[in-house]
T-cell receptor, first 111, second 115 residues
């Protein structure tokens, strides 16, 4: 059974700092991995999708990497801003199946 | 593109009543939609997979008769919480895919409070 773990559970950084969020999964036979952002009381916003054949994806200040063989992904946020404060979730898919989510990392960027 | 609209955003109902939540894919057709439930400070838990024109597939431990799912068209799925109880109070989120290998797009969720 696929399990997704995210470390740390919570993170607080000063504005402008670069940071890394970690995600690990137990079954490396994934189809893709997706990073989401969730603001309090809101739904999820998809940030980046990495297919199993890819190593990384970039969007603006965000960069997500994937090492399928070791079961790990990282989300790198450059020059963090207070508006980046949210919970970040990673989720993996094994084909046309529902995603398995981690519990998320709650990020606070202090101005 | 790929917008998923969920309605209502929040609802308060009395114990014993039923509540319907709608999930619509506004600019794409979704043969499959997923319904999740989220408790405070917890991750999303998949409740069921909704397939257009067929019965939903429920996850273990989810009561089919309590959480009725209907996927009547390629752009609409509904979740009805029947005979709601306070323990059903939660955040319910739907999602849909444009393509099997594509990203999952989420609605903004519905906050259900049962008094």
């Amino acid at each position: 059974k696929q399990e997704v773990t995210q470390i740390p559970a919570a993170l607080s950084v000063p504005e402008g700092e670069n940071l890394v969020l970690n995600c690990s999964f137990t079954d490396s036979a994934i189809y893709n991995l997706q990073w989401f952002r969730q603001d309090p009381g809101k739904g999820l916003t998809s940030l980046l999708l990495i297919q199993s054949s890819q190593r990384e994806q970039t969007s603006g200040r965000l960069n997500a990497s994937l090492d399928k063989s070791s079961g790990r992904s990282t989300l790198y946020i450059a020059a963090s801003q207070p508006g980046d404060s949210a919970t970040y979730l990673c989720a993996v898919s094994t084909g046309n199946t529902p995603l398995v989510f981690g519990k998320g990392t709650r990020l606070s960027v202090i101005a | 593109g790929a917008v998923v609209s969920q309605h209502p955003s929040w609802v308060i109902c009395k114990s014993g009543t039923s509540v319907k939540i709608e999930c619509r894919s506004l600019d794409f057709q979704a043969t499959t939609m997923f319904w999740y439930r989220q408790f405070p400070k917890q991750s999303l838990m998949l409740m069921a997979t909704s397939n257009e024109g067929s019965k939903a597939t429920y996850e273990q431990g989810v009561e089919k008769d309590k959480f009725l799912i209907n996927h009547a068209s390629l752009t609409l799925s509904t979740l009805t919480v029947t005979s709601a109880h306070p323990e059903d109070s939660s955040f319910y989120i739907c999602s849909a895919r444009r393509q099997p290998e594509g990203p999952l797009h989420f609605g903004n969720g519905t906050r259900l409070t049962v008094t």
